[in-house]
């Protein structure tokens, strides 16, 4: 039996929604046949454009503040080296207090807090960790803290900048080239390359450490946003290198055992390092965790203390970032001394408790120099300061857990290609010893406290309201 033949009311139905799809699918058509012509899409792209410069430019004058600060601590340590125990627990008491009291999100390195904020999908958690006021507060904090003389860098922050200025343009899912989790990786990436004229340092940082546990996804967001910084850079600071030129190099296979020891001790010494800072963001035993927990401004000011007396029995050598120790240790014109490593690393750690403002990633790389310099001891010396650079990759590798970011930025703030084989050998020796000794990255470590903390805030602020409300 034949079915019956369709009723005019529901064949003209099946016709209209026909007729609307075929309008739908013209549409769809024209718009990506010619997205040229497409104001819109210009618009965004005008803004995508706008925010990855803007996020270089801040972190090149963070740059030029920050190298100011350094100098400006280096001539009052010069003319009254006393005054650091007046200044470091003065400067680290009042960077705790305001960070605690106006700006809770800018507190210690910046990169837990880029994470945590890719990790989550509520708005209010992600503003508690990533927006305008907190880069802006964060670059002062930080700079605060460099004239206080804590040993402190600017690339974690500079990550927190990048992702924060590019999560502005995040908008509607409608409206936007990319998802809120790719701007924040290409604004990470970007304040990398633009900090240190590091731009496949940028590249690899935000692949490697931003997506270590999500997919990558090949798009040209990331890669845009680092150009345009990487433009900006170029334009305001010219074409320069980190620590210059450093054209020493090992040769095969006579550099096989400078790879080795400093792969194993800075991937040993990396990881025991991280591992002591993951614990110790934890809370610390007896009084002084009570004293860190309960009186947070008085703790950092002994933290402040600490950090003074021991650059002042070092001679000053382990204030600020240590930039200008490695470079000179690198051109040859000064040499590290044996307890410079165990110095600077102590100093680190005392900042890191103080939880103010700035990261670990530019001091770490002056470990690493220390490190080498220590190695070079017990090798013959026509290495020079290839083991240095070396070093600087295994702690760095160790530290963070990144080889590839960690032998490609060395490799570009050094501008030395002929170490690229050792290098790339160094950091997967460091890397494999480091993930003995600490199983867990350590900014994924902190971003996961982290992220808890702001949705902790969140929560207590709705309920607040509430509360009001009834």
């Known amino acids: 039996m034949e079915p019956p033949p369709p009723s005019p009311a529901r064949g003209e139905r099946r016709d209209r929604a026909a007729d609307r799809a075929l309008r739908q699918i013209a549409r769809g058509s024209r718009r990506y046949a010619l997205p040229w012509l ?14 990855a410069l803007l996020a270089g430019l801040i972190a090149i004058l963070f740059a030029i503040g920050a190298e100011l600060a350094i100098e400006t601590h280096a001539g009052v340590m010069n003319a009254a080296p006393w005054l650091a125990l007046i200044i470091a627990p003065a400067g680290f008491a009042l960077m705790a207090w305001l960070s605690r009291r106006w700006f809770p999100g800018a507190m210690g390195s910046g990169i837990p807090q880029t994470i945590a904020a890719m990790d989550t999908e509520d708005g209010r958690v992600r503003k508690k960790l990533l927006s305008l006021r907190l880069a802006i507060a964060k670059v002062f904090l930080t700079l605060g803290g460099l004239l206080s003389g804590a040993s ?24 936007r080239l990319a998802s809120s989790q790719d701007l924040m990786v290409a604004g ?17 940082f935000a692949i490697e450490e931003l997506c270590r546990y999500r997919a990558f996804k090949a798009n040209s967001t990331t ?59 934890r809370g610390l035993p007896g009084r002084l965790g009570e004293l860190s927990s309960s009186r ?84 013959p010396s026509e290495h020079g300061s290839a083991i240095l650079v070396l070093g600087m990759v295994g702690f760095l590798a160790g530290m963070t857990q990144t ?68």
């Open 152 to 175: 402190i860098g600017r690339e974690g922050p500079s990550v927190q900048i990048g992702a924060s200025v590019m999560s502005m343009i995040a908008g509607k899912k409608i409206r």
């Open 188 to 204: 990470g990436g970007a304040g990398v390359a633009a900090a240190f004229n590091t731009p496949l340092g940028g590249i690899m």
């Open 38 to 51: 497409s104001v819109r899409r210009w618009t965004l792209r005008l803004k995508f454009v706008g925010a």
């Open 403 to 470: 080889p590839i970011t960690a032998f490609v930025i060395v490799m570009e703030m050094t501008a030395n290609h002929q170490m690229l084989l050792p290098l790339m050998a160094t950091a997967v020796v460091a890397h494999a010893f480091s993930k003995t000794v600490a199983p867990m990255s350590l900014y994924h470590a902190l971003a996961f406290p982290t992220l808890r903390r702001a949705e902790a805030e969140v929560a207590a602020e709705a309920a607040a309201r509430a509360g009001t409300a009834r």
């Open 296 to 379: 947070p401004v008085a703790f950092a000011a002994l933290c402040g203390l600490g950090t003074a007396l021991i650059g002042l029995a070092t001679g000053g050598l382990t204030y600020g970032t240590g930039y200008a120790e490695s470079k000179a240790a690198l051109e040859g014109s000064a040499t590290l001394p044996v307890y410079f490593l165990l110095a600077k690393m102590a100093v680190i750690w005392l900042a890191f408790l103080s939880r103010i403002p700035g990261g670990v990633f530019a001091p770490a790389l002056a470990v690493g120099a220390g490190l080498g310099a220590n190695i070079a001891l017990l090798l």
């Open 223 to 281: 890669l845009i946003a680092v150009i345009f910084a990487g433009l900006m850079s170029l334009a305001v600071l010219g074409n320069y290198t980190y620590f210059g030129r450093t054209p020493a190099a090992v040769s095969w296979p006579d550099g096989l055992w400078p790879v080795l020891l400093c792969g194993a001790i800075g991937g040993l010494l990396g990881g025991g390092f991280s591992r002591l800072l993951i614990v110790s963001a």
